[in-house]
């Protein structure tokens, strides 16, 4: 069965910071896609940044950025310069390339809380 | 351009009450797939639909069921509701493809007493 998994609950930065979030996952499968979703107070599911698994190079969004590990099945997810709106939930979330209809599985996700 | 939007945005309901949950995908998209999110966790996949069909099931039981309309929207329908489905409802469109990237409406709270 595929799975993904956020080993921690939460996690806490100080303002102007950088913080990782850790994913791990796992698949039988060799083609597939990740995501990092930012979910806020306002319960909205926001997609923050994506991966495909048969891209070797980590994709980056501004001040987000991604470390993929495809052998040891990691995905974290580095913030950079931390703002206050960056406070809330993440989840990280896989779903194989081909056919399965795109179900995304999902981790528990980490609670980000952003100091000032 | 609207992106996905979800009616209504709170419901309160007994046990053994039915309800009907809609969505209405960004414009452009024809796949819509629904989310059952539990306080304090990630969200769990109930089913998609694309051409108007069930394409994929999730581990929910029959009870739980849904239709899409001719213009891409959808709705989420819960019979003999439990006090266990207490839940955040999600709704998220997509293009039909091997590239498509799901994005999410704000969700239905629905509560179970």
């Known amino acids: 069965a595929q799975t993904v998994t956020q080993s921690q609950p939460e996690m806490s930065v100080q303002e102007a910071e950088t913080v990782t979030l850790s994913c791990t996952y796992d698949t039988s499968e060799s083609d597939y896609y990740l995501f990092w979703y930012k979910q806020p107070p306002s319960r909205q599911m926001i997609l923050v940044i994506r991966?495909?698994?048969?891209?070797?190079q980590n994709a980056t969004e501004n001040r987000f950025s991604v470390n993929f590990q495809k052998a040891a099945k990691s995905f974290s997810l580095k913030i950079s310069d931390s703002q206050l709106g960056d406070a809330a939930m993440y989840f990280c979330?896989?779903?194989?390339?081909?056919?399965?209809?795109?179900?995304?599985?999902f981790g528990q996700g980490t609670e980000l809380s952003v100091k000032p | 351009d609207a992106g996905v939007t979800q009616s209504p945005t709170h419901l309160i309901k007994t046990r053994g009450q039915q309800v009907t949950l809609r969505c209405s995908p960004k414009s452009g998209h024809d796949t819509v797939s629904w989310y059952q999110q539990a306080l304090g966790q990630g969200p769990q996949f109930i089913f998609q639909?694309?051409?108007?069909?069930?394409?994929q099931r999730g581990n929910f039981p029959d009870r739980f069921s849904g239709h899409q309309f001719p213009n891409y929207s959808s709705e989420l329908n819960v019979n003999a509701l439990l006090l266990g489905d207490s839940a955040l409802y999600l709704c998220a469109s997509s293009n039909r493809g091997e590239k498509e990237t799901q994005y999410f409406g704000p969700g239905t709270r629905l509560l179970v007493l």
């Open positions: 639909y694309y051409e108007e069909e069930e394409r």
């Open positions: 979330a896989y779903r194989p390339r081909y056919n399965q209809g795109g179900k995304l599985i």
């Open positions: 991966q495909e698994a048969y891209k070797q």
